[in-house]
T-cell receptor, first 111, second 114 residues
Framework: DVKVTQSSRYLVKRTGEKVFLECVQD?????MFWYRQDPGLGLRLIYF???????EKGDIPEGYSVSREKKERFSLILESASTNQTSMYLC??????????FGSGTRLTVV | AQSVTQPDIHITVSEGASLELRCNYS??????LFWYVQSPGQGLQLLLK??????LVQGIKGFEAEFKRSQSSFNLRKPSVHWSDAAEYFC????????????FGQGTELSVKP
């Protein structure tokens, strides 16, 4: 089975900090995705990547950036964390045309 | 634009009763369709998927879904619900030409009464 690992389950950061969320997959998937999940809003796509060093903006990229230096790793960066970025962050990977495999999520609280 | 609508935010069923969760999509071509389940505090797990062929697809945990092109629907069903099925359920449509990205509905939370 494909495994997608997110480095932290829970994270508390201060406003203005630079935050790194890490995601690693172990099955050579080309595509990787970052979503945030908020009650009543479902999952919203922040960024995705379909190849190393490639990235595409999703629906809500503002305040975020990403890095994909290696195929297995896709990092989400909050340049200057704000309280409205408190959320559950979900990473996923896939092969083109197939469903996602999700990580367990990182619940980020910005205080 | 592609979209997915799950009309029911919250559904409560009795244990042993049948279940149907509704999903409607908007997409210009034949869609890839998915159902995912999320237990509290967890990531999403794939229940089943439709790519082509038989419009009735079987998934894990006794779930099935039927693709109805004429109704743009992909409803999830289970004949007899178990207490462990209480979770949030997400329907999603896959976008072919955008790296396989998925567009999700807002989710339906399922509660199961003893």
């Amino acid at each position: 089975d494909v495994k997608v690992t997110q480095s932290s389950r829970y994270l508390v950061k201060r406003t203005g900090e630079k935050v790194f969320l890490e995601c690693v997959q172990d099955m050579d998937h080309e595509n990787m995705f970052w979503y945030r999940q908020d009650p009543g809003l479902g999952l919203r796509l922040i960024y995705f990547s379909y190849d190393v060093k490639m990235k595409e903006k999703g629906d809500i990229p503002e305040g975020y950036s990403v890095s994909r230096e290696k195929k297995e790793r896709f990092s989400l960066i909050l340049e200057s964390a704000s309280t409205n970025q408190t959320s559950m962050y979900l990473c996923a990977s896939s092969l083109p045309g197939h469903g996602y495999t999700f990580g367990s999520g990182t619940r980020l609280t910005v205080v | 634009a592609q979209s997915v609508t799950q009309p029911d935010i919250h559904i409560t069923v009795s244990e042993g009763a049948s279940l149907e969760l509704r999903c409607n999509y908007s997409y210009g071509a034949t869609p890839y369709l998915f159902w995912y389940v999320q237990s509290p505090g967890q990531g999403l797990q794939l229940l089943l998927k439709y790519f082509s062929g038989d419009t009735l697809v079987q998934g894990i945990k006794g779930f099935e879904a039927e693709f109805k092109r004429s109704q743009s629907s992909f409803n999830l069903r289970k004949p007899s619900v178990h207490w462990s099925d209480a979770a949030e359920y997400f329907c999603a449509v896959g976008v072919y030409n955008q790296g396989g990205k998925l567009i999700f509905g807002q989710g339906t939370e399922l509660s199961v009464k003893p």
